[in-house]
Each structure stands twice: as C-alpha cells, then as structure tokens.
C-alpha cells in the first residue's frame, strides 16, 4: 500500500470480529514497528499481548480498576454490576489487547524520548496492521494510570509507564473518516 494511502486511509477500529490475527502476521506486524526512530537505540517498547483464555481474568482486572477508580460511584449496587458487566463483554469482544509499555527514565528528557519513540512505534504498528487488513485502537483509558492494575498485569509501575492498550482484530466495522484541519492552518514557512 502508497504510505501515503496507508496514512490517510487507516482508521481507529471499535467493533472487531471475533477471530484472532494469526500470531505469526502480529509477529510481523510487530517486528516490523521495531523498525521507528528511537534516541540511544533505546528501543523502549515492551509489549504484552493479551489474548484467548487471558482476555477474560484482563477483563475482570480492568472493571475492577474501574471500581477502584471510582468510575462507578454514585450508581446502586444493580446499575454498577450492569455498567462492569458492559465493559466486560466489550473487552471479550476484542480479540487482542496489547499492553505496550516502557521503562521510565528518571531524566525527563530521556524519558520523553523513550515516550516519543514508543509512540512512533505504536503508530507504526497501526498502519502496518492496516495493511495486513488488521484494525486497531490506541487507547489510554484511566486503568493504564492505576498502579494496582499495572502490577496486576506484572508490570512494575515505580519502573514502567503503560503508554497504551492497543486493542487489535479484524475490524467488523470502518468508521468514516474525521476531517483533519487544512494544514495550510498549522504549518507556516518562515523565510525572514
Ligand atoms: C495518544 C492517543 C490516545 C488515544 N486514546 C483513545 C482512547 O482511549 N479511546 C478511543 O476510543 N480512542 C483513542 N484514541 C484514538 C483517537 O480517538 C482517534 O485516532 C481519533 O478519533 C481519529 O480517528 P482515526 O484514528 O480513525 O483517524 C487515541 C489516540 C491517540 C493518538
């Protein structure tokens, strides 16, 4: 696919069919993205694939962040389970739910570099998914900010910051596309 048309045409994906992508196409997909620019040839991205069997204790994880969080409150004890639950079966409908994250630099400079880098590399994997036929999501939901939740998918949060669940399948649906701002607005050429 024309990069240009991959760019342009890649959209984030919500509703996803229910069959996995094929482990070795992620592999590639992945190996791929390990090709983004990164400072110090840090490559800071770490990523952990949740999928199968796993999505359903994930699940459970992330409505009980969601609790923790403070998302549900105010609602009678009926309307939180029916508000966890809809969240659950969402979440069961996503075949993949990588977990990509990284070390977290004490420097801020050398932190927001890794940052940077692991979004390069995120970006990288939607649009060489796109042109596998495989949809994604870059999300940043509250969870990816609760500690417990960070250490209950084994990740170290005084270590690794979460950067994103990229939520990944064949898209069910394709969204139309949003209308970007002409760049004439945000791109100016200073000559003098
Ligand atoms: C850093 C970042 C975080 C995002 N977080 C979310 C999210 O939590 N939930 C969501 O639905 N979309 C999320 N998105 C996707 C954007 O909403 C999406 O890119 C935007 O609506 C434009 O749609 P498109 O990607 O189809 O062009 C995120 C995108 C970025 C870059």
Redo the contacts with the bound molecule.
């Keep these: 696919m024309e990069i240009y048309e991959a760019i342009k045409q ?3 994906i ?1 509703d996803f069919k229910p069959q996995n992508v094929e482990e070795s196409k992620l592999t590639s997909i992945f190996a791929g993205a390990s090709w983004a620019p990164t400072h110090r040839m840090k490559e800071p991205w770490e990523v952990h694939i949740i999928q199968n069997k796993a999505v359903a204790s994930y699940a459970e994880r992330v409505t009980e962040s969601y609790l923790r969080l403070g998302y549900a409150e105010g609602y009678d004890n009926d309307k939180q389970r029916k508000l966890m639950e809809g969240i659950k079966q969402h979440l069961l409908s996503i075949p993949h739910h990588a977990i990509i994250y990284m070390e977290k630099e004490k420097d801020l400079r050398l932190f927001e570099e890794d940052y940077a880098a692991v979004c390069a590399f995120i970006q990288n994997v939607q649009l060489l998914a796109w042109s596998h036929g495989v949809g994604g ?5 509250p969870y990816i900010y609760d500690r417990e939740f960070s250490r209950s998918c084994g990740i170290d949060p005084d270590l690794y910051k979460i950067v ?1 669940v990229l939520q990944m399948g064949y898209p069910n649906r394709i ?1 139309q ?2 209308r970007r701002t002409p760049i004439e607005q945000k791109v100016n050429f200073i000559n003098d």
């Excluded at 999501?137 to 939901?141: A, C, E, P």
């Design positions: 890649r959209r984030s919500h999501l870059w999300t940043t939901n994103s969204p596309p949003k």
